[in-house]
């Protein structure tokens, strides 16, 4: 929120004391002060166990009544319920207030993955101004949707297309993620994109082992490993 210029515009019409009829326009501006500002949570996405978001405001107030205003801040889920409080009615100074959220409750307990709000309060003798601002948990790795040749599965064909489609809320870091084919790090051969990869190879007739890792932009990881095995079946005419 900033400070903003208010214009009202209005009509009017009548009769005036000598019973004539007016029409007007009428039109009055105004500056609106918001006495928060520059409300910020970085990063806007975290994991708890891996990192906190560092959450901050500034009160700049203007006038007696926003001089004497109490300040409550705190962390609310999808159904505004009160999560965690940093401060609540308190008579704050002009400055900058920052505040660190490691994703637990008043009770200590890490809350769920979601999306939270940072909500501040100025409570004066005439209104309350909330102001507030997004933040979501996500504490789990990507998701692998779909992959092949499947685990514990038999393939006939030597000319092998192996690959993962997969998802996550935070999108994946592909700098961050491998590939290994019977132990062997495949990572740069193989075709990457923000939703799959792929790696196509000839496999010899044996049991084969593939390994997938996965990282995602605030640093979840999945290491998923499974088997398969290849079969070139005599053909029978």
Same mark, same amino acid.
């Given at each position: 929120?900033?400070?903003?210029?208010?214009?009202v515009?209005?009509?009017?019409s009548?009769?005036?004391?000598?019973?004539n009829?007016?029409?007007?326009?009428?039109?009055?501006?105004?500056?609106v002060? /918001?006495?928060?500002?520059?409300? #910020?949570?970085? &990063? =806007?996405?975290?994991s708890?166990?891996?990192?906190?978001?560092?959450?901050? !405001?500034e009160?700049s107030?203007?006038?007696?009544?926003?001089?004497?205003?109490?300040?409550?801040?705190?962390i609310?889920d999808?159904?505004?319920?009160?999560?965690k409080?940093?401060?609540?009615n308190?008579?704050?100074?002009?400055?900058?207030?920052?505040?660190?959220?490691?994703?637990?409750?008043?009770?200590?307990?890490?809350?769920?993955?979601?999306?939270?709000?940072?909500?501040?309060?100025?409570?004066?003798?005439?209104?309350?101004?909330?102001?507030?601002?997004?933040?979501?948990?996500?504490? /789990?790795?990507?998701?692998?949707? #779909?992959?092949? &040749? =499947?685990?514990?599965s038999?393939?006939?064909?030597?000319?092998?297309?192996? !690959?993962?489609?997969?998802?996550?809320?935070?999108?994946?870091?592909?700098?961050?993620?491998?590939?290994?084919?019977?132990?062997?790090d495949?990572?740069?051969?193989?075709?990457?994109?923000?939703t799959?990869?792929?790696?196509?190879?000839?496999?010899s007739?044996?049991?084969?082992?593939?390994r997938?890792?996965?990282?995602?932009?605030?640093?979840?990881?999945?290491?998923?490993?499974?088997?398969?095995?290849?079969?070139d079946?005599?053909?029978?005419?």
């Open positions: 929120p900033q400070d903003g210029q208010m214009v515009e209005g009509y009017a009548g009769m005036d004391d000598e019973a009829y007016y029409e007007t326009n009428i039109s009055q501006s105004f500056t002060h /918001q006495p928060v500002i520059n409300l #910020s949570a970085n &990063p =806007e996405v975290f708890p166990s891996i990192s906190s978001v560092e959450l901050s !405001y009160f107030p203007l006038g007696t009544e926003q001089e004497n205003a109490t300040i409550t801040s705190k609310v999808s159904n505004s319920n009160t999560i409080t940093f401060e609540e308190s008579t704050k100074q002009p400055g900058t207030y920052t505040f660190t959220w490691d994703g637990k409750n008043d009770s200590g307990d890490t809350v769920p993955d979601g999306t939270y709000r940072f909500v501040v309060i100025v409570s004066s003798e005439t209104k309350n101004v909330k102001y507030e601002i997004d933040i979501k948990l996500d504490s /789990q790795g990507p998701q692998i949707t #779909s992959y092949y &040749p =499947e685990d514990g038999i393939i006939e064909n030597p000319d092998c297309n192996i !690959y993962a489609n997969f998802t996550d809320s935070s999108g994946v870091n592909l700098s961050e993620c491998q590939f290994f084919l019977d132990g062997e495949l990572t740069s051969s193989a075709d990457w994109s923000a799959s990869f792929s790696y196509f190879t000839m496999v007739e044996e049991s084969h082992t593939a997938l890792i996965l990282k995602d932009n605030v640093g979840n990881t999945t290491d998923f490993t499974w088997s398969f095995e290849m079969k079946y005599p053909q029978i005419w």
